[in-house]
Protein backbone atom coordinates (compact mmCIF):
# COMPACT_ATOMS: atom_id res chain seq x y z
CA UNK A 1 0.00 0.00 0.00
CA UNK A 2 1.50 3.14 -0.82
CA UNK A 3 2.07 5.12 2.11
CA UNK A 4 1.74 8.61 0.86
CA UNK A 5 -1.08 7.85 -1.48
CA UNK A 6 -3.70 6.18 0.93
CA UNK A 7 -3.68 9.55 3.04
CA UNK A 8 -6.75 12.28 2.58
CA UNK A 9 -5.64 15.79 1.59
CA UNK A 10 -7.58 17.85 4.09
CA UNK A 11 -8.90 20.93 2.40
CA UNK A 12 -9.05 24.10 4.29
CA UNK A 13 -11.50 26.49 4.86
CA UNK A 14 -11.81 29.00 1.64
CA UNK A 15 -10.56 26.32 -0.44
CA UNK A 16 -12.71 25.14 -3.13
CA UNK A 17 -11.95 22.19 -5.41
CA UNK A 18 -13.63 21.16 -8.63
CA UNK A 19 -13.32 18.03 -10.70
CA UNK A 20 -13.86 17.28 -14.40
CA UNK A 21 -13.10 14.06 -15.25
CA UNK A 22 -9.30 14.10 -14.68
CA UNK A 23 -8.82 17.70 -14.28
CA UNK A 24 -8.75 19.33 -11.21
CA UNK A 25 -8.97 22.81 -10.01
CA UNK A 26 -8.15 23.88 -6.90
CA UNK A 27 -9.21 27.43 -5.41
CA UNK A 28 -8.14 29.37 -3.22
CA UNK A 29 -6.96 32.71 -1.37
CA UNK A 30 -3.81 33.35 -3.35
CA UNK A 31 -5.18 32.04 -6.65
CA UNK A 32 -6.06 29.07 -8.91
CA UNK A 33 -4.94 26.02 -9.96
CA UNK A 34 -5.60 23.23 -12.70
CA UNK A 35 -3.88 19.90 -13.19
CA UNK A 36 -4.49 17.15 -15.56
CA UNK A 37 -3.75 14.03 -13.64
CA UNK A 38 -3.69 10.16 -14.38
CA UNK A 39 -7.05 8.97 -15.73
CA UNK A 40 -6.12 5.76 -13.78
CA UNK A 41 -6.95 7.41 -10.41
CA UNK A 42 -9.86 7.91 -9.50
CA UNK A 43 -10.23 11.09 -7.25
CA UNK A 44 -13.28 11.73 -4.87
CA UNK A 45 -14.33 15.02 -2.39
CA UNK A 46 -15.53 13.44 0.78
CA UNK A 47 -16.14 15.65 3.80
CA UNK A 48 -13.45 18.52 3.27
CA UNK A 49 -10.89 15.52 2.38
CA UNK A 50 -9.97 14.29 -1.31
CA UNK A 51 -9.12 10.78 -1.32
CA UNK A 52 -7.43 9.01 -4.09
CA UNK A 53 -7.55 5.41 -4.82
CA UNK A 54 -5.85 3.05 -7.59
CA UNK A 55 -7.89 0.61 -9.48
CA UNK A 56 -4.87 -2.46 -8.85
CA UNK A 57 -1.36 -2.59 -7.22
CA UNK A 58 0.77 -2.79 -10.48
CA UNK A 59 3.69 -1.42 -9.99
CA UNK A 60 2.55 1.49 -12.25
CA UNK A 61 -0.55 2.40 -10.41
CA UNK A 62 1.35 2.59 -6.93
CA UNK A 63 3.72 4.74 -8.13
CA UNK A 64 0.79 6.94 -9.94
CA UNK A 65 -1.12 6.49 -6.37
CA UNK A 66 1.50 8.52 -4.62
CA UNK A 67 1.98 10.95 -7.50
CA UNK A 68 -1.14 11.79 -7.75
CA UNK A 69 -2.27 12.86 -4.17
CA UNK A 70 0.95 14.47 -3.09
CA UNK A 71 0.00 16.47 -6.69
CA UNK A 72 -2.91 17.31 -5.15
CA UNK A 73 -1.52 18.17 -1.90
CA UNK A 74 0.63 20.48 -3.39
CA UNK A 75 -2.10 22.31 -5.34
CA UNK A 76 -4.31 22.70 -1.71
CA UNK A 77 -1.27 23.78 -0.05
CA UNK A 78 -0.27 25.99 -2.90
CA UNK A 79 -3.68 27.86 -3.00
CA UNK A 80 -3.94 28.39 0.96
CA UNK A 81 -0.48 29.46 2.15
CA UNK A 82 1.84 29.40 -0.75
CA UNK A 83 5.54 28.16 -1.47
CA UNK A 84 8.84 30.11 -1.08
CA UNK A 85 12.78 29.46 -1.67
CA UNK A 86 15.24 30.83 0.16
CA UNK A 87 18.35 32.05 -1.97
CA UNK A 88 21.93 34.13 -0.85
CA UNK A 89 24.24 35.47 -3.21
CA UNK A 90 27.92 35.01 -1.69
CA UNK A 91 30.74 36.91 -3.33
CA UNK A 92 32.46 40.06 -3.48
CA UNK A 93 30.25 42.43 -5.75
CA UNK A 94 27.88 39.94 -5.88
CA UNK A 95 24.18 41.43 -5.39
CA UNK A 96 21.04 41.45 -7.47
CA UNK A 97 17.74 43.71 -7.68
CA UNK A 98 14.40 43.97 -9.18
CA UNK A 99 13.17 46.43 -11.64
CA UNK A 100 9.63 45.12 -12.64
CA UNK A 101 9.17 41.61 -13.93
CA UNK A 102 13.43 41.54 -14.63
CA UNK A 103 16.00 40.44 -12.02
CA UNK A 104 19.35 41.68 -12.72
CA UNK A 105 22.34 40.05 -10.76
CA UNK A 106 25.92 41.01 -10.96
CA UNK A 107 27.83 37.48 -10.69
CA UNK A 108 31.61 38.57 -11.44
CA UNK A 109 30.56 38.41 -15.33
CA UNK A 110 31.54 41.29 -17.63
CA UNK A 111 27.90 41.69 -17.66
CA UNK A 112 25.13 41.66 -15.21
CA UNK A 113 23.04 38.63 -16.22
CA UNK A 114 19.30 39.94 -16.53
CA UNK A 115 16.37 36.99 -15.97
CA UNK A 116 12.86 37.63 -16.60
CA UNK A 117 10.63 36.35 -14.23
CA UNK A 118 7.89 34.15 -15.43
CA UNK A 119 4.56 35.02 -14.56
CA UNK A 120 2.72 33.48 -10.91
CA UNK A 121 6.09 33.62 -9.39
CA UNK A 122 7.32 36.92 -7.32
CA UNK A 123 10.46 37.96 -6.40
CA UNK A 124 11.62 39.83 -3.40
CA UNK A 125 15.17 40.99 -2.89
CA UNK A 126 16.34 41.93 0.50
CA UNK A 127 19.83 43.36 1.38
CA UNK A 128 20.67 42.74 -2.36
CA UNK A 129 22.35 39.17 -1.08
CA UNK A 130 19.12 37.58 -0.38
CA UNK A 131 16.01 36.73 -2.63
CA UNK A 132 13.25 35.22 -2.05
CA UNK A 133 11.02 33.41 -5.27
CA UNK A 134 7.34 33.15 -3.81
CA UNK A 135 4.51 31.33 -5.47
CA UNK A 136 1.58 29.06 -5.61
CA UNK A 137 2.96 26.22 -8.19
CA UNK A 138 5.58 24.78 -6.24
CA UNK A 139 6.94 23.30 -9.70
CA UNK A 140 7.70 26.59 -10.82
CA UNK A 141 8.91 27.71 -7.45
CA UNK A 142 11.16 25.30 -8.16
CA UNK A 143 12.34 25.26 -11.14
CA UNK A 144 12.90 29.20 -10.89
CA UNK A 145 14.96 29.16 -8.01
CA UNK A 146 17.22 26.42 -9.80
CA UNK A 147 17.41 28.64 -13.03
CA UNK A 148 18.19 31.53 -10.85
CA UNK A 149 21.18 29.36 -8.81
CA UNK A 150 22.45 28.09 -11.98
CA UNK A 151 23.73 31.19 -12.98
CA UNK A 152 26.55 31.07 -10.90
CA UNK A 153 26.30 27.66 -8.61
CA UNK A 154 28.33 28.17 -5.58
CA UNK A 155 32.11 27.45 -5.85
CA UNK A 156 33.96 24.85 -3.28
CA UNK A 157 36.69 27.13 -2.39
CA UNK A 158 35.50 30.25 -1.43
CA UNK A 159 31.62 29.84 -1.80
CA UNK A 160 30.81 32.19 -3.91
CA UNK A 161 28.26 32.17 -5.66
CA UNK A 162 24.01 31.79 -5.28
CA UNK A 163 23.23 28.78 -3.00
CA UNK A 164 19.95 28.03 -1.13
CA UNK A 165 19.59 29.53 2.50
CA UNK A 166 19.17 26.29 3.23
CA UNK A 167 21.97 24.68 1.50
CA UNK A 168 25.60 23.22 3.10
CA UNK A 169 28.24 23.96 0.23
CA UNK A 170 31.36 21.54 1.22
CA UNK A 171 35.12 23.46 1.01
CA UNK A 172 37.38 22.19 0.00
CA UNK A 173 41.30 23.40 1.20
CA UNK A 174 43.06 25.57 -1.56
CA UNK A 175 46.54 25.17 -3.00
CA UNK A 176 49.67 24.82 -0.16
CA UNK A 177 53.29 25.59 -0.80
Do not use: C, W
Amino acid sequence: MSRIGKLPVAIPAGVKVSLNGSEISVQGAKGTLKQVLPERMSIAVEAEQIVVSRPTDSKQDLALHGLTRALINNMVVGVSQGFTRELEINGIGYRAEISGSKLTMSLGYSHPVVYEVPKGIEIEVEKQTRMLVKGIDKQLVGSTAAKIRSFRKPEPYKGKGIKYAEERILRKAGKTG
